[in-house]
């Protein structure tokens, strides 16, 4: 039987590093769990905004914008976390989690959108917060001359789950939307403030257990629908949209306001400062607090939370017009962790790392590999928990048995490793459910600024541009030199994730004017095939494969997560403990991106 400490020692050559995981906070962990947290740390922010849900709750405010404002590593996104796992267990708040922006055109629609997708995540009970909003708008209902009407519905709002099975089992299928609109219109009745009554149709109808429920979320959202007029709703064209955005968002508040439910919006990852838009001439954070003052001004019922690096912050601060004062009403600060707190969150990796791979921590020396000394050392010296989170890890690989072969590594080769480890463990939990065609557009235009010099699939890639359109315009175009075929190319690139024909169309036939964007082919990106019933969009299709040489590239989830997991960590690559410039360098080196499938489809000559 082999010795615990040969039982470590295989363990560490197999497992990852667990001080190279999870250094930061991403919508995947907001949103899940985490693999270490201290609730003793930040405290006082979660009680700053648990104390303004209470006072939005009990009408003593009718908004607050809360800054939360600090270092890297200094537990801002952890806070966050944590307000939503209680708010999904007390139920005393909806939540939104809204992350970066890749148009700063769309940025009100990209809230949107974030706020919708976030209403479908369940609470500890399974219930999504529309259906548990859904079905507060019927309990009002109680207590009214419409009671008796409704009766057998209102039992069941606590239990949205049993109030869908119970509209499936009575009421008829043709019958639905006159019920649904008659419940509309009684529960506006009761309504006090402003309420949209069409809105409020839409937000009934993800009740209906049917089709229809996808159609309203559709139109909630602001995507497309072929069938909005069936069930009553306005179509809006993207401009309208956008324009309409904040008055959807007021929508929400109105009626999560009449069952006593503050709304909480929480921007977080909104630090690259450096990135300008060439329109406005804003950075990323100017363009929120523009946002979020425009929500606050326009909103009601609402907590809006802005997590701020301190240079983001001073960007913010410049900004005239009262903004500065929206964003950081109350502003609250993140501290750093204290030695003890470090000393706590050294332990709890390890604990992971033991139970990841049955090895019985009492078998081994407190805080084995290292050791109490080194901790208070490193946590005396280091700038905040993702820098001790980076000391460990060196500690951790060198450890007594390896500490020569450490000593002698090359150092690239050590950031490469910590690099595959952070790549593999986001691979396994990243998330690209939202079908936002910006955000797809721009992880596809950061992985293909990666590509090594000798390029991929015959192309070697000069320049990529990327387009901040308005509506149906292209995204990206790709510039290089196809050495197969000894000419130059300028790939125009477009994704379309829209389930409307309408809306295809549109798109296809901006992708086909080649000479308005100087391009030599176009490609139009999209994760389902182009539906047999849309025979323009089909014949428009035919145009481009046929007569332009252009394609249209279906891709599949396992194509995508890659390139999202790049982005991720180039977008946040101080915070992972890189430079930008070497996480370009190891990917090249590595060809994650060069060897992707979908990359080489877009670059590759049609066939």
Request: with cysteine.
């Given at each position: 039987?082999?010795?615990?400490?040969?039982?470590?020692?295989?363990?560490?050559?197999?497992?990852?590093n667990?001080?190279n995981?999870?250094k930061?906070?991403?919508?995947?962990e907001?949103?899940?769990?985490?693999?270490?947290?201290?609730?003793?740390?930040?405290?006082?922010?979660?009680?700053?905004?648990?104390?303004?849900?209470?006072e939005?709750?009990?009408?003593?405010?009718?908004?607050i914008?809360?800054?939360?404002?600090g270092?890297?590593?200094?537990?801002?996104?952890?806070?966050?976390?944590?307000?939503?796992?209680?708010?999904?267990?007390?139920?005393n708040?909806?939540f939104?989690?809204?992350g970066?922006?890749?148009?700063?055109?769309?940025?009100?629609?990209h809230?949107?959108?974030y706020?919708?997708?976030?209403?479908?995540?369940?609470?500890?009970?399974?219930?999504s917060?529309?259906?548990?909003?859904?079905a507060?708008?019927?309990?009002?209902?109680?207590g009214?001359?419409?009671?008796?009407?409704y009766r057998?519905?209102?039992?069941k709002?606590?239990?949205?789950?049993?109030?869908?099975?119970?509209?499936r089992?009575?009421?008829?299928?043709?019958?639905?939307?006159?019920?649904?609109?008659?419940?509309?219109?009684?529960?506006?009745?009761?309504?006090?403030n402003?309420?949209?009554y069409?809105?409020?149709?839409?937000?009934?109808?993800?009740?209906n257990?049917?089709?229809?429920a996808?159609?309203?979320?559709?139109?909630?959202?602001?995507?497309?629908?072929?069938n909005?007029?069936?069930?009553?709703?306005?179509?809006?064209?993207?401009?309208?949209?956008?324009?309409?955005?904040?008055?959807?968002?007021?929508q929400?508040?109105?009626?999560?306001?009449s069952s006593?439910?503050?709304?909480l919006?929480?921007?977080?990852?909104?630090d690259n400062?450096?990135?300008?838009?060439?329109d406005?001439?804003?950075?990323p954070?100017?363009?929120?607090?523009?946002?979020?003052?425009?929500?606050?001004?326009?909103?009601?019922?609402?907590?809006?939370?802005?997590c701020?690096?301190?240079d983001?912050w001073?960007?913010?601060?410049q900004?005239?017009?009262?903004?500065?004062?929206?964003v950081?009403?109350?502003?609250?600060i993140?501290?750093p962790?204290?030695?003890q707190?470090?000393?706590?969150?050294?332990?709890?990796?390890?604990?992971?790392?033991y139970?990841?791979n049955?090895?019985?921590?009492?078998?081994?020396?407190?805080?084995?590999?290292?050791?109490?000394?080194?901790?208070?050392?490193?946590?005396?010296?280091?700038?905040?928990?993702?820098?001790?989170?980076?000391k460990?890890?060196?500690?951790?690989?060198?450890?007594?048995?390896?500490e020569?072969?450490?000593?002698?590594?090359?150092?690239f080769?050590?950031k490469?490793?910590?690099f595959q480890?952070?790549?593999?463990?986001l691979?396994?939990?990243?998330?690209?459910?939202?079908?936002?065609?910006?955000?797809?557009?721009?992880?596809?235009?950061?992985?293909?600024?990666?590509?090594?010099?000798?390029g991929?699939?015959?192309?070697?890639?000069?320049?990529?541009n990327?387009?901040?359109h308005?509506?149906?315009?292209?995204?990206?175009i790709?510039?290089?030199?196809?050495?197969?075929?000894?000419?130059?190319v300028?790939?125009?690139?477009?994704?379309?994730e829209?389930t409307?024909?309408?809306?295809?169309?549109?798109?296809?036939?901006?992708?086909?004017?080649?000479?308005?964007?100087?391009?030599t082919r176009g490609?139009?990106?999209?994760?389902?095939?182009?539906r047999?019933?849309?025979?323009?969009?089909?014949?428009l299709k035919?145009?481009?494969?046929?007569?332009?040489?252009?394609?249209?590239?279906?891709?599949?989830?396992?194509e995508m997560?890659?390139?999202?997991?790049?982005?991720?960590i180039y977008?946040?690559?101080?915070?992972?403990?890189?430079?930008?410039?070497?996480?370009?360098?190891?990917v090249?080196?590595?060809?994650?991106?060069?060897?992707?499938?979908?990359?080489?489809?877009i670059?590759?000559?049609p066939?």
């Amino acid at each position: 039987m082999k010795d615990a400490y040969s039982l470590f020692e295989q363990a560490r050559s197999k497992c990852p590093n667990p001080f190279n995981l999870q250094k930061i906070i991403s919508a995947n962990e907001v949103w899940g769990e985490v693999m270490t947290d201290l609730p003793s740390l930040n405290s006082h922010i979660d009680k700053a905004i648990s104390d303004a849900i209470s006072e939005v709750r009990y009408n003593y405010s009718h908004k607050i914008g809360i800054a939360i404002i600090g270092d890297r590593g200094t537990g801002k996104s952890h806070v966050i976390q944590r307000i939503w796992k209680k708010i999904a267990q007390e139920g005393n708040a909806v939540f939104a989690y809204i992350g970066p922006c890749s148009n700063p055109n769309r940025i009100n629609s990209h809230v949107r959108l974030y706020l919708a997708n976030s209403f479908n995540h369940e609470d500890v009970n399974g219930v999504s917060q529309w259906l548990k909003l859904a079905a507060s708008k019927i309990l009002k209902l109680q207590g009214t001359e419409f009671e008796q009407e409704y009766r057998q519905y209102i039992h069941k709002c606590n239990s949205p789950k049993e109030l869908k099975q119970c509209i499936r089992t009575n009421v008829a299928k043709e019958k639905r939307q006159e019920f649904f609109d008659e419940l509309a219109q009684a529960i506006l009745e009761k309504e006090s403030n402003d309420v949209d009554y069409i809105f409020l149709k839409a937000l009934l109808l993800l009740l209906n257990p049917s089709v229809d429920a996808r159609i309203a979320l559709d139109w909630i959202k602001g995507e497309d629908n072929p069938n909005f007029k069936k069930l009553g709703l306005r179509d809006f064209s993207p401009e309208e949209q956008e324009d309409r955005s904040i008055w959807m968002i007021d929508q929400i508040c109105k009626l999560a306001k009449s069952s006593s439910l503050p709304v909480l919006i929480c921007f977080d990852q909104i630090d690259n400062r450096n990135t300008i838009d060439n329109d406005s001439g804003d950075s990323p954070p100017e363009i929120v607090a523009s946002c979020v003052d425009r929500i606050y001004f326009q909103c009601s019922n609402i907590i809006i939370i802005c997590c701020l690096l301190n240079d983001a912050w001073t960007d913010i601060k410049q900004m005239g017009s009262g903004i500065p004062d929206r964003v950081a009403e109350r502003p609250v600060i993140a501290k750093p962790a204290t030695v003890q707190q470090m000393k706590e969150l050294v332990q709890q990796r390890l604990d992971w790392f033991y139970q990841k791979n049955n090895l019985n921590k009492n078998d081994f020396p407190q805080l084995y590999p290292l050791n109490e000394n080194q901790i208070k050392q490193i946590a005396s010296e280091a700038a905040g928990v993702r820098d001790l989170m980076k000391k460990c890890a060196e500690h951790f690989e060198s450890g007594e048995m390896k500490e020569q072969v450490i000593q002698s590594e090359n150092p690239f080769e050590k950031k490469k490793k910590e690099f595959q480890d952070t790549y593999e463990d986001l691979l396994a939990k990243i998330d690209i459910s939202i079908k936002d065609d910006d955000r797809l557009a721009a992880i596809i235009a950061c992985c293909m600024k990666m590509i090594p010099s000798s390029g991929t699939e015959n192309v070697v890639i000069q320049q990529v541009n990327k387009i901040n359109h308005n509506s149906n315009d292209l995204q990206l175009i790709v510039s290089g030199y196809d050495s197969k075929q000894n000419c130059h190319v300028k790939i125009g690139i477009r994704v379309c994730e829209s389930t409307d024909g309408n809306t295809f169309n549109r798109v296809i036939k901006k992708l086909l004017n080649y000479q308005n964007y100087g391009i030599t082919r176009g490609c139009l990106v999209r994760s389902t095939p182009i539906r047999r019933t849309w025979k323009s969009g089909t014949k428009l299709k035919e145009q481009l494969e046929n007569d332009q040489k252009g394609e249209v590239v279906v891709w599949k989830k396992d194509e995508m997560k890659p390139l999202a997991a790049i982005q991720e960590i180039y977008q946040q690559a101080e915070n992972y403990g890189f430079s930008k410039q070497e996480v370009i360098e190891i990917v090249k080196q590595l060809k994650i991106a060069a060897d992707n499938s979908l990359i080489r489809e877009i670059l590759s000559a049609p066939t």
